[in-house]
């Protein structure tokens, strides 16, 4: 043991040491210490370092260790005292390069900083950042080894997460799902839960939008009500909620407890422009570590994300849609209508189109003006397109011109379909000053035939219009048949 005078030196000599870097520090210990009474001066020492320390013999069996390395590493010291360092390395490979590159390398004493997974008694590992080191005496013997080791495997893990983050915002060549797929699986593996789920919350209730792991309580596309799952809380409270063991919290008597017996969970409200749009849950089937003040800043984080995608996608939607829709009725443009007819034609084995053309249409601009005129546009847009199938399409052609497509409709439905636009375009009013303005409409019907192309297939229906115009207009001509 050391004498008083000795424990005395000691201490008046810490407060000079703990002033020098890790690699300096060890380099003095080895020159103050070597071949003296090294456990104990190194314990009096370290004793409240926050650092884990380890102080091993010429063997690397462990002689001492600190409270804060028994904590990270969970031993009671009598499972360490005697055994080699070994026992502390992931890999045992490793504890075999440390000993020949570093600690018994000939030459003076050689203290590095080095990086290395390690394990701990229960079996998990973790990245330690490590400052080691041999004791050699003055004639080069090595008498011991020290080594002071902090756990970094949460800033590596978080600064791999932000590369990750900005590897996947920011390729453009993977698709605004494959980007949110992407976001709620790094969410999960990085805080190691097995389950990961986006949700877009309406009301009560709550859409699953992208899971990650496999079903949580239901899949992709599904609607669950709000009030049933953890996702609530953090819904109500528009802040992070973390919970490590929900089997011995209030949160216990939540649905998704007793439905599924999920134990962990961190979610967090997701905002899109602002406002509030979902949540973005990670989730456990067992508790787990208590989550850090920073674990709620970075799913933060993974949630902002998301809302930019989110956010972004909705813009692009918009433009795509303005990009195909007539300003003026809101309904299909030419080029999409276009598109849809050309799509048809190849996907189903009848198409048939109807082309309409509104009568004397110039006549309600030259007498009432093009605001009314835009009106009865408007008008038989909105009236028209709702009298049609879900899989119809109703498009602006041009002018005063409209035309409609019937995938899998033969040439007697799309008659029938013509006569009932025929009826509600009639029916259908605009009042102005003083008076109610109505139209009629001119339609040609056409139906594919074998080997027919788009510009065939309108030319017969445009044929079918100028004969409705010129029998008398406010009537349904279909095409002339092929062989008349």
């Known amino acids: 043991m050391l004498s008083a005078m000795a424990r005395s030196k000691v201490s008046a000599d810490t407060g000079k040491l703990f002033a020098l870097k890790p690699p300096t520090l060890l380099v003095e210990l080895t020159r103050n210490l070597a071949g003296g009474a090294l456990e104990d001066i190194v314990r009096h020492l370290f004793a409240d370092l926050d650092e884990a320390v380890v102080v091993a013999d010429a063997d690397r069996r462990i002689v001492h260790a600190n409270r804060a390395m028994l904590d990270l590493f969970g031993y009671p010291m009598g499972e360490l005292l005697g055994r080699t360092t070994r026992r502390l390395y992931a890999d045992g ?79 453009r060549k993977v698709s605004f799902e494959g980007r949110v797929a992407a976001l709620v699986r790094l969410a999960a593996q990085h805080f190691g839960m097995p389950l990961g789920m986006l949700g877009r919350i309406v009301g009560d209730d709550y859409e699953v939008v992208r899971t990650y792991g496999g079903p949580v309580l239901s899949g992709e596309g599904s609607t669950l009500p709000l009030e049933r799952l953890y996702c609530s809380f953090a819904w109500a409270r528009q802040d992070v909620v973390a919970l490590e063991h929900i089997g011995r919290s209030s949160h216990r008597c939540a649905p998704c407890y007793s439905d599924a017996r999920l134990e962990s969970y961190i979610g967090v409200p997701v905002l ?38 989110v956010a972004r996608e909705t813009d692009h939607r918009k433009l795509h849609d303005l990009a195909l829709r007539d300003p003026l009725t809101g309904v299909s443009n030419r080029r999409a209508t276009q598109g849809r007819l050309e799509r048809a034609i190849v996907a189903h084995p009848t198409t048939t189109v109807i082309l309409i053309d509104l009568d004397h249409f110039k006549a309600v601009n030259d007498t009432l003006g093009h605001d009314v005129g835009d009106q009865v546009l408007h008008k038989v847009s909105e009236v028209a397109s709702g009298a049609l199938r879900d899989a119809d399409l109703f498009g602006r052609w041009g002018g005063e011109e409209f035309l409609v497509v019937l995938p899998n409709a033969d040439l007697g439905e799309g008659a029938a379909i013509a006569r009932r636009l025929g009826q509600v375009i009639r029916e259908a009013s605009v009042h102005t000053t003083g008076r109610d303005v109505h139209v009629t409409a001119s339609m040609g019907v056409a139906a594919t035939r074998p080997s027919d192309t788009p510009g065939a297939l309108l030319r017969r229906a445009d044929e079918a219009v100028y004969r409705a115009k010129a029998r008398g207009r406010d009537r349904v001509e279909l095409e002339t048949p092929p062989d008349a």
């Open 272 to 309: 899109v422009d602002g406002r509030p749009w979902g949540t973005l849950a990670c989730i456990g089937h067992v508790p787990r570590a208590a989550f850090t003040e920073r674990d709620k800043e970075l799913v933060r984080l993974i949630a902002t994300w998301i809302g930019h995608e």
């Open 93 to 171: 490979a490793d504890f075999e390069a440390v000993g020949n590159e570093r600690f018994f390398a000939a030459g003076p004493s050689n203290h590095e900083r080095y990086v290395m997974r390690y394990r701990r008694r229960d079996g998990s590992t973790f990245l330690g950042a490590t400052v080691a080191g041999p004791f050699k005496n003055d004639e080069g013997e090595t008498v011991g080894f020290l080594g002071i080791i902090t756990d970094v495997s949460a800033p590596i893990a978080e600064t791999r997460l932000l590369r990750q983050l900005h590897a996947i915002t920011s390729d």
